[in-house]
């Protein structure tokens, strides 16, 4: 996956740290010279000093290539430009930091996949989101396995499914299992006569490299 970071202070830094060790295809820019020399030097991707508002240095980070951008600045206004210009240059994923929790409906309203507040702001959580927008909540379980929050949108593919349907038809990636429900604050444990429901919080058990198709199962058509 190529992915853009901008900014790399403490929240980038997790992101690009997170996005490198799965051996992601990453491009970091960073407008502090000193830290983007830093960065060059210690991590395992392309920097470019550069300031993200430029258009050329979005084309200079391969932008029409992208999979997905992450802007993590401190600066919301500069953060909501950077969206503007990488969705213009038809980057798809558009993940964004926000860190005054006012400017949140603003950011929602460009149609971001994640915005994230200072309040529970972290960079695993947003390179996170990269890889599966619909993930809720998620636990590293190593060995390459994660429980995963799913939150099922509106015409989802699961939506309105029993679990013996996912089953029998095989619609959930190989290694992954429905393992609880949460719906109106009851835990649900299921079985196969459980159905699945719009707005259910549904914790999965998957392989890391699953994560991905069941974001888009659980996502919009």
């Known amino acids: 996956m190529h992915i853009i970071i901008v900014g790399s202070g403490k929240t980038g ?19 502090d010279k000193a830290a983007a020399e830093w960065m060059a030097s210690h991590m395992d991707c392309v920097v470019i000093h550069a300031d993200a508002t430029s258009i050329e240095a ?7 290539k992208a999979d997905a951008i992450v802007v993590t600045t401190n600066d919301d206004a500069i953060n909501a430009l950077v ?3 990488a969705k213009q240059l038809g980057i798809k994923r ?3 930091s926000v860190n005054n929790e006012d400017h ?17 702001l972290n960079g695993r959580y ?17 060995d390459g396995f994660e429980v995963l929050e799913m939150i099922v949108h ?47 919080i549904v914790v999965v058990l998957s392989k890391k490299e699953r994560v991905s198709d069941l974001s888009v199962l659980f996502g919009q058509k």
């Not at 979005?58 to 029409?64: C, G, I, N, T, V």
């Not at 947003?126 to 190593?142: H, I, S, T």
């Not at 959930?172 to 299921?190: A, F």
């Open 126 to 142: 947003l390179y996170r989101a990269v890889l599966g927008p619909n993930v809720k909540e998620f636990l590293d379980l190593g």
């Open 13 to 31: 830094k997790h992101v690009i740290e997170s996005a490198v060790r799965d051996n992601q295809d990453v491009y970091v820019i960073e407008k």
């Open 94 to 96: 558009l993940v964004s």
């Open 83 to 85: 969206i503007l210009l």
């Open 154 to 200: 509106q015409n989802s593919v699961i939506a309105n499914k029993l679990i013996k349907e996912l089953n029998k038809d095989r619609i959930l990636p190989k290694d992954s299992r429905i393992i609880l429900l949460k719906r109106n604050n009851q835990i649900i444990i299921p079985e196969g006569e459980t159905r699945i429901f719009v707005k259910d």
């Open 104 to 120: 949140l409906h603003v950011f929602e309203q460009m149609g971001i996949d994640t915005v994230e507040s200072p309040y529970r």
């Open 58 to 64: 979005l084309k200079e980070a391969k932008a029409e």
